[in-house]
């Protein structure tokens, strides 16, 4: 089981931040980094973050956030298409998610932190070989994050 406890990290549950207490990041802009097979999906009226995501199906790739606050959430597409990707935070795997879903959703939460020591934190996606290696689609599609202050 791919699973760590964050060093430092209470496990108490996330409690839902206002929007003073909260910044919205988009993957579009620099606050996420990305390796080079990530493909930007736009012009999306289906409930995406500002109409878009980024996603791609090829293992190995990363997508990079870092910020500073006391927790993040991180949003996705999830669907028929969708992979499997790791979500670690400050370089512990945290959470391992299923992009699958039998119908469709946008912007929906995929991994919500633990509460953090206040600071800058760094949380990676790792994309990673589907457990069925027949699929004809496996896209991990991030959504954005909205970071804790």
Not at 123 to 149: F, I, M
Request: proline share 5%.
């Amino acid at each position: 089981m791919l699973a760590a406890i964050i060093a430092g990290a209470s496990l108490a549950p996330l409690a839902p931040a206002t929007a003073a207490q909260a910044q919205k990041i988009e993957l579009g802009s620099d606050a996420f980094v990305h390796t080079a097979h990530w493909e930007v999906v736009s012009g999306r009226a289906d409930g995406r973050f500002h109409g878009s995501s980024l996603r791609t199906f090829r293992p190995g790739e990363r997508a990079t956030l870092e910020f500073a606050g006391t927790a993040v959430r991180l949003y996705g597409v999830v669907g028929r298409g969708g992979g499997l990707g790791v979500v670690s935070l400050d370089g512990y795997v945290a959470y391992v998610v299923n992009f699958y879903a039998p119908n469709k959703a946008t912007h929906r939460e995929v991994y919500a932190s633990p509460q953090l020591k206040p600071g800058k934190h760094r949380l990676t996606v790792d994309v990673v070989q589907p457990h069925d290696r027949t699929a004809k689609a496996h896209y991990v599609n991030l959504d954005g994050a909205e970071v804790s202050l």
